[in-house]
Structures are given as C-alpha cells and as structure tokens.
C-alpha cells in the first residue's frame, strides 16, 4: 500500500487502522478490503502429506494467489486440541484433526468452523499390543493398562471398542499420555496396548514387534479427519477457505493414487523419515484412505453420533451440538 501524501488521506488511514484495532481484526481478516494481501495461518506440515508437499513445490501458495493469499506456516502440527486454542486466540486460522477430539474442543468457547471431511482411516487406527504379549483381542483389554489421548481419537477407539464388544469401561484401566510421548511408555512395557491412529502407529508396525488387535474398521469408528478455519477468518475471507479446500480435495485424490510422492518430502533420513516396512506400511493405509470432501448432512449426522457417544461415556458432559459448527464451502464463494 502506498503512504498517502496528504494529511487528509493519512489522517483517514489512521482513522481506519483504530477502527479495526478497536474491532480486534487481525492482519489476515485485512484482508483485500485495503489492498493487502491475505495471510494464512496454518500449522508446519512436518515431512509429509498435501501440506508439505504444496509448501515445498509453492503449489499452494499458487493456488491462493489467485485470491490475493499467501501462506505462513506456523510452529508445527500436532494434536488439534492446542491448534483450537491458538485459532480461538486469533494466533492461527487453519488446522486439522479428528471429529473425536473436535467435540471435545467443541466443549470450550470455540472460535472456529469444519468446512472438509475424510473419511475415517479404515486400516491406519486402532488398538496396538506387542507381538507375544498375549493381548490378541479386546477381550484380553480386561484388566489391563491402554494408553490413549485424552478426549481424542485414542479415548474414542478404546471406548468405541469396549462398547462394540459389550466390555464395561471401567474394566480398561485408560493411561493418559500425549501421543508423542506414548512410544517409549507403549515399548518399555508400561502400558499393555496402545489406542492411536496412523501418524505413530506405522513406525510401531514397521518395528514388526508390534499388530494391532483391532482397527478402526472392525469396531465401526466413525473418527473423520476434519479440517477447521478460524470463524472471523472464514467471515471475512471466505473466497480464501474455498480455494483452499478446491487444493486440498484435488492433492488429496494425487495423494492416494500416488502415496510414495507425499512421503519424505524434506528429507528421507533422521526421525521425521518413514523407511522400510513402516513406509510401505503407510503407502499402503494411504492408497485404502479417503480424500478431502465437504462436510455432508449425511456426515454431521455420524458427528452428532460421536458427540453422544462421547456424552454417554462422560468424556464430556454435555452432547456437543456439531451442526452449529459446520461450513459448506460448496456455498462459499
């Protein structure tokens, strides 16, 4: 934007910047209204997957410069929890997580809307125990020590899987950890199983030391990954959410006609690295997977059965109404 000239002009300007500081509008919600261009806030995507991919090659960048929009990739993605309260803080407008762990976000102030679903990961979540332990079912769960995410996906597999096999829940001992804590608790034999999802258990599974005693498809998980924007962000720039979900719907259906391609986008070395049986593991979970759809009447119906699934079983205290919660961004302009 060029500096005005006149007195007049900046006095307006002045004017304008109390106004909308006085509103609490971020730089993103600016947006084109004042010539600028657009800022997108959104997670590091890490070494794989759409996101990473589309940072490294600018595809994504691209494809939101036709609506004056670029990215700023912002500390790292994790679990969708703490990535709610940085969106209800005005810190980031865009994350992604599962419905599970959305209904427990829900459950606070929440300042954010889901505008895509996919499908939940048939093949990559379940329940894990060591190979020779002698938990070879969920019945074997009886008594025993499962370590799960609270109020997200691990939680709602075990329950879902205690449920599905008419195992009252207090007969699980449920063990408390983040997920990025959990493999050296679920390996030095602390817990006896592990309810997770593909982001860790590929490398459990490529260990060859660990199965799972059931996935997510056998017990009828309904855990769909969602993607959420920040409501002041989707209010003001709704144009911006559309194109991204167009990219996204697209690189997700490349993604898992071609799964090798959005592995190891960084680097193929170190920690971040999926190599040998763990990266067929995943190239094989992500070809089975689905891709990024909008969010269907057919699909909030399957939330609301979570968010009374997880009322039920007192992991929150209230049915989270999910429609109130969701954009079409078919609408979206």
Known sequence: MRIPKSVAALATAAALTALASGCGTSQADAGKADGKQVTVRIPDPGNSGVLAVGKKDGSLDKA???MHAKVEWTGSAGPFAPAAQAMNANQLDIATGSITSG??????????????????????EGILAKKGSGIDSVED????????NQGGTGEYLLLKA????????SKVKRVYLRPDQTAAVF???KVDAWAVWATYSVAELGTGKAKFIVTGKQIGSDNYSLTAVRTAFADQHPDVVRALYDYLHTASAKEKREPAAYLNVKTDAGPQALTGAAKQAQIGITRQGGTVEPVTQADVKRFQDVARFYAEQK???????IAAHVLDVEKLS
């Open 64 to 66: 939101l410069a036709k």
């Open 103 to 124: 209904i427990t976000s829900l459950t606070q102030t929440p300042g954010f809307k889901f505008f895509t679903a996919t499908a939940p990961d048939a093949t990559g």
């Open 315 to 321: 992991v929150t205290k209230a049915t989270v109404n």
């Open 162 to 169: 205690l449920a599905e096999h008419d195992i009252p829940a």
């Open 141 to 148: 769960l009886i008594g025993k020590k499962v370590a799960v």
């Open 187 to 189: 390996n030095s034999g």
